[in-house]
């Protein structure tokens, strides 16, 4: 848990909240055009679960997703469990999670990691999870080195991780470069009919989330597309 805390750590204001919860509802309204504006050249809302842990940012966050609605922008939710965010809540843990799935049901693409597929699911058959939600969005499960599990379009399948040699130095970001790899290939072509484009597109995404392993701290290790063609030719084998 150590790593986790400290982290999360960086995202606690001067007022003792974290910045995710400064997130008004209010504010975002006042400013409704701008936000218009930018929906209307927007594809994706990428979000996680961490904003459900304070009743203000939660409003807020639900409010930018209904309005997103008259713009048919896909929601991509990172489920991103951290305990530390709730810590502070009078709500208890059972109700935590059920707010949690709740907010669950309005992903298009939902990407989790084995052990929260285990904590909210009791499963890490992304196919199962997928039939348990009502927009029936794309799950992907990931593992760390071990294979990832993905269920997308009504196709189910695996990937095994690009063995390599390189020492791991640090995994912080990696989950975040996975989904932003990700986000990128659906961004190019969401399309996604055959086996053999979705098991790319993991592919493509888990190198993303590799190759920032290979250096310390979660921005500056963030690879850049070439570099990511590159390693695929080199090792994508």
Same mark, same amino acid.
């Given at each position: 848990m150590n790593p986790v805390i400290e982290h999360s750590l960086d995202f606690i204001?001067?007022?003792? %909240?974290?910045? #995710?919860?400064?997130?008004?509802?209010? +504010?975002?309204?006042?400013?409704?055009?701008?936000?218009?504006?930018?929906f209307l050249n927007t594809k994706y809302i990428v979000t996680g679960t961490n904003l459900l842990s304070s009743s203000k940012s939660a409003d807020s966050l639900n409010f930018?997703?209904?309005?997103?609605k008259n713009f048919k922008i896909k929601v991509i939710i990172d489920i991103n469990w951290r305990e530390i965010f709730w810590n502070q809540s009078i709500v208890s843990t059972s109700s935590q999670f059920?707010?949690?799935?709740?907010?669950?049901?309005? @992903? #298009?693409i939902l990407k989790l990691a084995s052990e929260e597929a285990n904590l909210f699911f009791d499963t890490i058959d992304p196919s199962?999870?997928?039939?348990?939600? %009502?927009?029936?969005? #794309? +799950?992907?499960? *990931?593992?760390? @080195?071990?294979?990832?599990?993905?269920? +997308?379009?009504?196709?189910?399948?695996?990937?095994?991780?690009?063995?390599? *040699?390189?020492?791991?130095? #640090? %995994?912080?970001? /990696?989950?975040?470069?996975?989904?932003?790899?990700?986000i990128a290939r659906y961004y190019?072509?969401?399309?996604?009919?055959?086996? /053999?484009?979705?098991?790319?597109?993991?592919?493509? /995404?888990? +190198?993303?989330?590799l190759l920032t392993c290979f250096?310390?701290?979660?921005?500056?290790q963030q690879p850049e597309e070439k570099l990511v063609y590159k390693f695929l030719e080199d090792f994508g084998s």
């Open positions: 204001t001067k007022s003792n %909240t974290f910045a #995710d919860e400064r997130l008004d509802k209010l +504010v975002l309204n006042k400013k409704i055009k701008n936000l218009k504006k930018q930018i997703l209904d309005y997103a059920k707010k949690v799935k709740n907010f669950l049901h309005r @992903a #298009d199962k999870i997928s039939k348990l939600l %009502t927009n029936q969005p #794309d +799950v992907i499960i *990931t593992n760390g @080195a071990s294979p990832i599990h993905w269920y +997308v379009n009504g196709i189910k399948g695996s990937n095994e991780i690009i063995k390599h *040699t390189s020492k791991i130095i #640090d %995994t912080t970001g /990696a989950g975040d470069a996975f989904l932003a790899g990700l190019y072509d969401s399309n996604l009919d055959d086996e /053999a484009k979705i098991k790319f597109n993991i592919k493509f /995404a888990s +190198v993303c989330g250096g310390e701290g979660a921005i500056e």
